[in-house]
Structures are given as C-alpha cells and as structure tokens.
C-alpha cells in the first residue's frame, strides 16, 4: 500500500473514533471516579501499626524550609463496600497547624494497606523548638458519618 | 495558483520549508505532552476569565458588584471589572472557537488526545520525507500512533476543564513552537540549515521555553515577538528585504513588519512594547539601507496602524487611549508609582475625563498633549528604575548566575523553584566563549564592522532586562520567566557563533550523543535518586540550581580551553550536550512531576502513569 493511503487510513480511524464519543454516543467515555459514590460505603479497619515519632528535617542542597516526613500508617481494610474515605490526620497545637491526607479505599482495595501522608513544607520561622507534641488521627468517613479509628499522641522531632 | 501551490506558498511563509514544519510539529507535540488543565499562576484566572468574557462579546468581564472577580491583575473602573493582556486574549480567540466546536463534535479529553496524536503522526511522516524513508515513517509512525490512540482511548475518562483556559494554552504552546521555527529561520539566513536547526532545537532544547508554552502568561508571547523582532531585522538588512506592490512600488515589508510586531507586543503588554520599540528605533535608524521619506512614511503607516488594536482597547478599557489596561490595576508599570502616578491622575481629569468624548477625533485633540506627558514621565521613571536594577551586582548575580534561596520563600507551598538564567541554561556558559570568539575573528581580520544583527540582538537583551532589573527578584519565578527572550537571543548569539559550528557541524554526533545519553541516562538517574533520596521538591529545585551552576561552569571552562586549542572541542560539545539535557530534564521533571499537582493531563495515559509515580513532598 501506497505510504500516504496508510496514513490517511490511521487518520481516519482515530476521527471515527473520537467522533464516535460525541453525541453519536457509540463510545462512552467513562466519568472520572463518579463523585456521587464518594464516601459511599463501608470497611473494617483494623490498625496495625502507626508512627511514634515523625521527623522534621531541615531541607538539603541549599534549601532553607523543613519538611515533614510523616511515616505510614499501616491498616487490613477488610469487608470492602463501596468507596468509603480515609483520613489521615495531624495536628500539632503548639504551632497551630493541622494537616490532613485523603485517601479513598476504592483505590486502594483490601488487604495490608499502608496510609502515606503527603510530605509538607514549612517556613524556618515557623519552627523554634526541638521537639513538638502531635496529636494522629485516623478517621473512617462512611455515608456521612465519621469514625475514629486511631488516634494518639506522636512526638515530632526537629532534625538538622 | 492550484490549491497545492497555496498550501505550498503558506508553508514556506509560515515555515521556510519542510524541515521549519517538522521542527514546529516536533515543538508542539514534546510541549503538549505536560498539558494539563489546571492553573499554575493565579492571574491565570485573569487571563481565563477576561478571554471568556471576549468571546462572549464585551471587554469588561463583570460588573462590580457583590462579589465580582478579584484575582490578581484585574482592575475595577467605572463598575466594571477589566482583565489585561488583551492581545495575547485575542490572539487565543481562534483557539477558543476551534475548542467550542471540537466540544460539541466529541468528547472532549478524548478529541484533544485525538490532536495530539494527529500532530505526532505529522511529525513522524514529514521527519521520513526529510530522511528518506517515508515508508518506514508512514507504516511505523501510523502503527505506534493508532496503538497509542487506543490506549489512551482505552483509560481516557470525561473531564469539564475551562475552555478559554485551554485556548490559552495551546495558543502559547503554538507560540512557543513557532519561536523555535523563528531562530531557526534567523540562523539559517546566516549559517546555513544545520546551524539553523541547532538554534531551533536548541531554544526547545537547552532553555526552559517549552515549560512556558504552557503557562498562558504573555512570556511565550514576548519570546516569540522578540524572535520575530530580530528576524524581521536581519530579513530587512538583506538585499531581498523589499517587495514590490501595485501602487505604491517597493516597499520595505521586513523593516516595517519589525514595528508591527512592536505594535503586537505594546498590544498584550505596554511596557515590554515601549522597551523594545526603544530597543528597534535606536539599531534600526542608524543602520538601515536608507530612510528616505518614502520608505519612513511605508514603516510609519505600517507602525501606526498596527497600533490602532492597542489604542482601541485602552478606550475600553482604561477609556483613555493611551491608558494601557494595566494602569486600571493601579499605575501604568505595574508597581504604582515610579515619579508618574501622580501625573497620571492629573492627566486624567485635565483631559476631560474618561466617560467624555467618544468622537474619537475630539478624544486625540483633547487628550493627547497631557497624556503624551504623562506616558513620557512614566516610560523615564522606568527607565531609572531599571537601569539602577542593573547596576545592583548583586541582584544581576542572582538573576544570571546563581539564584539565591531567600528570594523565594515568602509562599513555601509554591515548591520553591527559582532557578537563574545560568541553572535553567546551562548552555550559556558557552556565551563567554562565544563572545570571545567573534571579537577575535574581529581583531585577526582587523575588520571593526560591528554585525548589525548581533549588535541588536545585544541590545534587545538589555532592553528585556531592564523592563524588569528594577523590580527584580519576585516571586514565582521558576526560571526568571520576565526575562524569557534572553533565552532565545542566549541561544541565538551561541548558535551564530563558532560554538555553534563545533556543535552542528564539526561534532555534531558527539553533541547529539552527549544531550540524548544525558537525557535518558541523566534524566532517569536523577528521577530516582529523587524518588529514593525523599526528596521535596524544594528540596530538588536546589538540587537542580547547583547542577545547572556546576554544569555552566564547566560549559565555559571547556569552551574557552576549545578556543585556545582544537583538542578540548570534544569536551566542550560533551559538556553542552550535557548541559542541554540538563534543561531538558529540568522542563520535563516541571511538567510531569513538580507541577503534575494542577489539573488533569490531557492525555489519558500521562494522567495514568503520573498518578502512579511516588509523590513528592
């Protein structure tokens, strides 16, 4: 076959294709997570282990921040339904702040599941002490209603 | 003509030929590969909503009233809420229509893959017509163009982003590619093909544009402008610079064209167009093949009416005609007042007001003297300003060389990247060098001719830098994005110099080898000692500000150990192709990684990987 007619060909078929998911609607192009079903179901959580002590560490090659390094939680999700939400939670009074990781159970499935918690900048102004107190939470959000499952102190420590 | 001669003719205008196409359509689909839906810069939301409000037909884009827009760069007059940078807005219209329709035709995420894959099948089949094997081309590049289709069809799911957002987007993406095409054609004139595709691919390449071609700022705009700027110059200083029209006879089309796109750029950003038509008059008058009065009046009339587009939306908007829409936000400068604020006020009320005269010719005779004063007073504010910006050694250093960390960190979730011309470019070690270069070709041939070309292009860069040295650092910077053109002209003065022959022409292969080895054994290297080392991504952006610096300065060593003798060429063309890479992985860890956080990747199959690369912090 003539080069040209192979690539007229390709470009045809990838303009069927995409007018095939217009408003012929002979391809539907599936919604993003439907958010309807968010926070739609249930699980049972059991903890397995969770930090004690989370590092602060001041950042490296010239960078004048401190970034919080918090260490996964581990958790067996098990009897799955649904897309239920869990937060992991931090809160550390004495500097005011609180942060918070989502995550949503339909992703991750169930089993041994380790629960990340995004790293987070600081300004140095912001941190004055060696250590702080924390207080981690995690909490399972089901068809509106909210359960704690984990909470209790952690002490963050400040690292050079 | 038959309709294969239009398209050839159009080809050629917009390209030079098939390997400027092929450049372009490379350009555009490496760039489009990052394309994400969300906003990166919140005056962003500035642009977006002041180019929905375009299309909807008015130049306002709400009434003030309860709670009306307040982003950064809107401005409120008369009741009216007013955005800027109109003729970057208007320049993406187009984009916006095409955009609306292909809405209406498909699903959305799915038609613009669809483009991207159109495009990439365009490159692969004009790169087999330049090398010669357009069947392996037209058989392989459809093959993996439909497989890739397929997959991305296959994990594509809905989204609903904005439409004048993403107009903004692929306008700038174009711009940006076409700036490519520009140097390209720039260098060519002079060196020949190779060299001109150096410059092309270098721009791409070696400097971080590509990451600002999506980013719908005015930056891709003032790249490509100053570009164009310098190769409408060097056209007009050949002997073919003239055309012949019908009654008017021969015309200079390229010298006039310059201040058009002058014009074009006071359109989308007043200040930047007043630096550069400074920048234009002060090389173009003294060295021009004639200024008899015929062909002033030709680049006048020209001049004049590509600025009846910025006349008529500072009437709109600012309702003075020499009012640019930034001065609605609070002083024609951006910072307020540099010794014209007050004037400006004055101006206003002493020339009978903006809501009076809408005949447009009572509104010239009345206002124009005072305004005149009033733009004068704030055009030599600047100028002081700026030139003291540039006499602060420290701050050039900063800028240029080696960024410091202090300047960023007032906004710590910004990611903290501020990277220095030099860490962004670590090719422009070789500036050093390739400036000696010339002077000695100077010197040897005691030939005193300075290069009119070069010359402006020396003074173009001063010109960027001022119109932003005063005022320097700010934050969110990511690469001193004001000063985007110096990259280009960066790339240009290397190019066009015998750096730029060692790299296209005695060495090519080596340099080739070196940049692609560098971006993928560099690049993935890097990707997982980012990954295993835990790193913050202010943490990484030092990380690549001290290998930008280190790579420079070995990039300047090697090149001026290679002019003194021919046997540290090698290493020199070793070190820019390294140095290039390290630009490049720097633009793709940005689009992909750093920044994956805003929005939805256009292609599915991006969107699907980067969701599963480990986070950084």
């Known amino acids: ?77 098990e009897n799955l339904s649904g897309n239920p939400i869990l937060n992991y939670n931090l809160d550390i009074e004495a500097m005011g702040k609180s942060k918070s990781s989502v995550h949503f159970l339909d992703e991750l499935g169930e089993g041994r599941q380790h629960i990340t918690f995004a790293d987070s900048a600081m300004a140095e102004s912001a941190v004055e002490n060696q250590s702080y107190e924390a207080h981690i939470e995690l909490v399972l959000r089901t068809n509106g209603t909210e359960r704690v499952v984990y909470e209790g102190p952690a002490t963050i420590e400040v690292e050079e | 003509m038959t309709a294969r001669g239009y398209r050839h003719r159009l080809g050629r205008l917009l390209f030079r030929d098939r390997l400027g196409l092929t450049l372009f359509l490379g350009v555009l689909c490496v760039t489009l590969l990052s394309w994400r839906t969300g906003i990166v810069i ?42 800027r940078n109109y003729g970057q807005l208007v320049l993406s219209l187009p984009a916006l229509w095409g955009l609306q329709i292909l809405d209406a035709l498909a699903d959305l995420h799915v ?98 544009a590509m990451f600002w071609g999506l980013v719908p700022k005015r930056h891709a705009f003032s790249l490509t402008i100053v570009v164009g700027l310098l190769y409408a110059f060097a056209r007009s200083r050949r002997g073919d610079g003239t055309v012949s029209l019908p009654v008017v006879g021969s015309v200079p089309v390229y010298r006039a064209g310059a201040y058009a796109l002058v014009a074009l750029l006071a359109w989308i950003h007043a200040e930047e167009g007043v630096y550069l038509f400074l920048a234009l008059v002060l090389v173009d008058i003294p060295t021009a093949p004639s200024n008899d009065r015929r062909t002033l009046a030709f680049v006048a009339a020209v001049f004049a009416l590509s600025l009846v587009p910025f006349f008529v939306t500072n009437l709109f908007v600012a309702g003075e005609l020499l009012k640019p829409p930034r001065s609605v936000f609070g002083g024609f400068f951006e910072t307020g007042a540099s010794g014209g604020g007050s004037g400006g006020s004055g ?108 010359v402006f292009a020396a003074v173009l860069t001063i010109a960027v830098v001022l119109t932003k040295a005063g005022r320097l650092p700010l934050r969110v910077q990511v690469t001193v994005r004001y000063l985007l053109p110096v990259y280009a002209l960066g790339v240009f003065l290397i190019a066009d110099s015998t750096i730029g022959a060692w790299l296209s022409d005695t060495h090519r292969s080596l340099a080739v080898w070196s940049y692609a080895g560098g971006v993928a054994i560099g690049g993935q290297l890097l990707f997982l000692a980012l990954v295993f080392g835990d790193f913050a991504v202010g943490e990484a952006a030092r990380l ?17 150990a290679g002019l003194a003798d021919r046997r540290f060429r090698s290493a020199a063309v070793v070190a820019v192709g390294l140095a290039a890479a390290a630009s490049t992985v720097f633009v793709l860890l940005a689009g992909l990684y750093y920044f994956s956080f805003t929005g939805e990747y256009i292609l599915p199959v991006v969107d699907f990987v980067v969701d599963r690369l480990p986070s950084t912090g």
Request: glycine share 12%.
């Open chain 1, 1 to 77: 076959m003539h080069p040209s007619r192979v690539v007229t060909g390709t470009v045809a078929v990838i303009l069927i294709l995409t007018v095939a998911t217009g408003p012929l609607g002979l391809y539907d192009v599936p919604e993003t997570q439907a958010t309807d079903e968010l926070g739609e179901g249930n699980a049972t959580i059991t903890v397995v282990s969770t930090p004690e002590t989370i590092p602060l560490e001041y950042g490296r090659y010239g960078n004048d921040e401190y970034h919080l390094r918090v260490p996964a939680a581990v958790v067996d999700v």
């Open chain 2, 42 to 83: 919140n005056d962003n939301i500035t642009l977006r909503e002041t180019l929905a409000a375009l299309a909807d037909g008015h130049v306002w884009i709400e009434p003030a009233t309860g709670e009306y827009l307040r982003s950064p760069g809107t401005g409120v007059r008369d009741g009216f809420v007013y955005g």
């Open chain 2, 111 to 208: 038609a613009l893959a669809a483009l991207w894959h159109l495009l990439v099948l365009a490159f692969v089949v004009q790169l087999g017509h330049i090398r010669g094997y357009r069947r392996m081309a037209a058989y392989g590049g459809s093959g993996l163009v439909l497989v890739s289709f397929l997959a991305n069809l296959a994990v594509a799911t809905s989204f609903d982003p904005s439409l004048s957002l993403l107009a903004l987007q692929m306008t700038a993406a174009v711009a940006v590619a076409f700036a490519a095409v520009g140097l390209y054609r720039l260098v060519t004139l002079r060196r020949g093909r190779r060299r001109g595709l150096l410059a092309g691919v270098g721009l791409a390449a070696a400097t971080p």
């Open chain 2, 347 to 454: 101006g206003g009320s002493g020339g009978g007001g903006s809501g009076g005269g809408r005949s447009l010719l009572s509104v010239l005779v009345a206002l124009l003297p005072s305004q005149a004063v009033w733009v004068a007073g704030n055009v030599w504010g600047s100028l002081l300003t700026g030139v003291s910006g540039m006499l602060d050694t420290q701050n050039m250093y900063n800028t240029f060389v080696h960024s410091s960390v202090e300047n960023v960190n007032e906004d710590v979730g910004f990611r903290g990247i501020n990277l220095s011309v030099l860490e962004a470019a670590p090719v422009f070690g070789a500036a050093l060098a390739g400036g000696l270069a010339g002077l000695s070709t100077h010197v040897r041939n005691r030939d005193w001719h300075l290069d009119p070309v070069v």
């Open chain 2, 544 to 560: 690549h500000a001290l290998l930008g610096v280190a790579l420079g300065l070995a990039v300047a060593v090697t090149c001026l």
